[in-house]
């Protein structure tokens, strides 16, 4: 697999030549200051691309070109969107940047309740706490039929929770699920996504998921006319926040977006910490199964918990077989090369990193982005891929 790494753009503390002392060889960014919707110029990926080539690495992945809202309801000006979506995607190909990873996440991105999660050793991780989200969603953003989303013991927990909140845990809370998180696609205010959120219950989850299939058969036939390839993201988590529909939760939901429009370009961002966060996903098989068509790899752990809270674990050490899926990942890069197929070797990062102690009075290190801490996921990867690796061969 290609060692790739997260970067944020010139103005991303972790710089280009730290990466590359990292070992990683593939630059995983995005042209973040362009609005969503617009265009991607030539210009601006051109100009990016040369700066990440200067410093010895290859732009491997865009992630992510962001879907606008209007994509995903199909109301507003959302043909002219789908329409510059396309001409980014000739762009990027035009420059040399083929594998584009983008997301059809309702409302909100990935998203965390607690940034700073204390570990036993004193390191820090993120978290998702479904008793500190139902809090939120029931009892201060006070969202309409939110009761309705959770059993009787979340809302008793999620009761107790509330009432000794003090106003600062209250406003950090709401900062951490609706302010936007690194990679994201924006923020809300409490009104605003109130509105929004409403907008997509409406649409259910069956029109939502026609929503995904009619855009993607209007980008799919684009992407392979110039040799890109598409690759989803799962929802993070992979269950439904707000009472929201989520369509790229499953394999079952892989299944159907492939299906839906078939082609090589069509294809998945394989993100372990995601689909992981279920206990109903078998990663290892989802490789097996979907391994054509797996174009993109998030290598990410977690630790889950029966109400579907989980945080972010060492990266060998959560509930997900990270040697069996990079076995899997491998035999599939393996096929490839011996069938004679012509897709490339899969880009793979280490996902997010838990924040260490040479960090952790840094202000500008980014929630799941640290340096140390995704180095040293990368180095464990590394030491797994080689291995595995050689008793393939």
């Given at each position: 697999?290609i060692?790739?790494?997260?970067?944020?753009g010139?103005?991303?503390?972790?710089?280009?030549s730290k990466i590359?002392?990292?070992?990683?060889?593939?630059i995983?960014s995005s042209?973040?200051e362009?609005?969503t919707?617009?265009?991607?110029p030539?210009?601006?990926?051109?100009?990016?691309?040369?700066?990440?080539?200067?410093?010895?690495l290859?732009?491997?992945?865009?992630?992510?070109i962001?879907?606008?809202?209007?994509?995903?309801?199909?109301?507003?000006?959302?043909?002219?969107?789908?329409?510059?979506?396309?001409?980014?995607?000739?762009?990027a190909?035009?420059?040399g940047v083929?594998?584009?990873?983008?997301?059809f996440m309702?409302?909100?991105?990935?998203?965390?309740?607690?940034?700073?999660?204390?570990?036993p050793?004193n390191?820090?991780?993120?978290?998702?706490?479904?008793?500190?989200?139902?809090a939120?969603?029931?009892?201060?953003?006070?969202?309409d039929?939110?009761?309705q989303?959770?059993?009787?013991?979340v809302i008793?927990?999620?009761?107790?929770?509330?009432?000794?909140?003090?106003?600062i845990e209250k406003l950090?809370l709401?900062k951490n699920?609706?302010a936007g998180l690194?990679g994201?696609?924006?923020?809300?205010?409490?009104?605003t996504i109130?509105?929004?959120?409403?907008?997509?219950?409406?649409?259910?989850?069956?029109?939502?998921?026609?929503n995904?299939?009619?855009?993607?058969?209007?980008?799919i036939p684009?992407?392979?006319s110039?040799?890109?390839?598409?690759?989803?993201?799962?929802d993070?988590?992979?269950?439904s926040?707000?009472?929201l529909?989520?369509?790229?939760?499953?394999a079952?939901?892989a299944?159907?977006l492939?299906?839906?429009?078939?082609?090589?370009?069509?294809?998945?961002?394989l993100?372990a910490g995601?689909?992981?966060?279920?206990?109903?996903?078998?990663?290892?098989e989802m490789?097996?199964?979907?391994?054509?068509?797996?174009?993109?790899?998030?290598l990410?752990?977690?630790?889950?918990?029966?109400?579907g809270?989980?945080?972010e674990s060492?990266?060998?050490?959560?509930?997900?077989?990270m040697v069996?899926l990079?076995q899997a990942?491998l035999?599939?890069?393996?096929r490839?090369q011996?069938?004679?197929?012509?897709?490339p070797?899969i880009?793979m990062?280490?996902?997010?990193?838990h924040?260490?102690e040479?960090?952790?009075?840094?202000?500008d290190?980014?929630?799941?982005y640290?340096?140390v801490?995704r180095?040293?996921?990368?180095?464990?990867?590394?030491?797994v891929i080689?291995?595995?690796?050689?008793?393939?061969?």
């Amino acid at each position: 697999m290609i060692e790739t790494w997260r970067w944020f753009g010139p103005s991303d503390s972790i710089s280009l030549s730290k990466i590359a002392q990292a070992g990683a060889t593939g630059i995983v960014s995005s042209l973040h200051e362009i609005k969503t919707g617009d265009v991607w110029p030539l210009e601006a990926i051109a100009e990016r691309k040369k700066i990440i080539e200067d410093a010895g690495l290859e732009w491997s992945v865009i992630e992510s070109i962001p879907v606008h809202n209007d994509i995903k309801t199909r109301t507003g000006d959302f043909q002219t969107y789908i329409d510059n979506y396309k001409q980014s995607i000739r762009n990027a190909a035009e420059c040399g940047v083929y594998t584009i990873c983008y997301n059809f996440m309702p409302v909100v991105d990935w998203t965390r309740t607690n940034l700073m999660y204390k570990l036993p050793n004193n390191s820090h991780a993120l978290r998702f706490e479904m008793t500190d989200f139902a809090a939120y969603d029931i009892y201060l953003l006070q969202r309409d039929g939110a009761r309705q989303s959770y059993a009787p013991e979340v809302i008793a927990k999620a009761e107790a929770r509330f009432a000794k909140m003090s106003d600062i845990e209250k406003l950090e809370l709401e900062k951490n699920i609706i302010a936007g998180l690194p990679g994201g696609e924006g923020s809300y205010t409490r009104e605003t996504i109130r509105s929004t959120i409403q907008q997509f219950i409406n649409l259910g989850t069956e029109g939502f998921r026609q929503n995904l299939f009619l855009f993607l058969q209007e980008i799919i036939p684009v992407a392979e006319s110039v040799g890109a390839l598409m690759c989803i993201h799962p929802d993070d988590p992979p269950f439904s926040l707000f009472g929201l529909p989520r369509v790229v939760s499953t394999a079952d939901d892989a299944r159907k977006l492939l299906q839906a429009a078939p082609g090589k370009a069509n294809g998945l961002t394989l993100c372990a910490g995601s689909y992981g966060a279920r206990c109903d996903n078998n990663l290892v098989e989802m490789a097996k199964e979907f391994g054509p068509q797996i174009h993109f790899v998030h290598l990410r752990n977690v630790i889950r918990e029966a109400d579907g809270s989980f945080y972010e674990s060492d990266h060998l050490a959560g509930d997900n077989d990270m040697v069996g899926l990079v076995q899997a990942l491998l035999s599939e890069e393996r096929r490839r090369q011996t069938s004679g197929d012509d897709l490339p070797s899969i880009p793979m990062r280490p996902d997010h990193g838990h924040l260490l102690e040479d960090e952790l009075n840094q202000k500008d290190v980014k929630p799941g982005y640290s340096y140390v801490g995704r180095l040293k996921g990368l180095a464990e990867l590394r030491g797994v891929i080689h291995t595995v690796g050689a008793l393939l061969k």
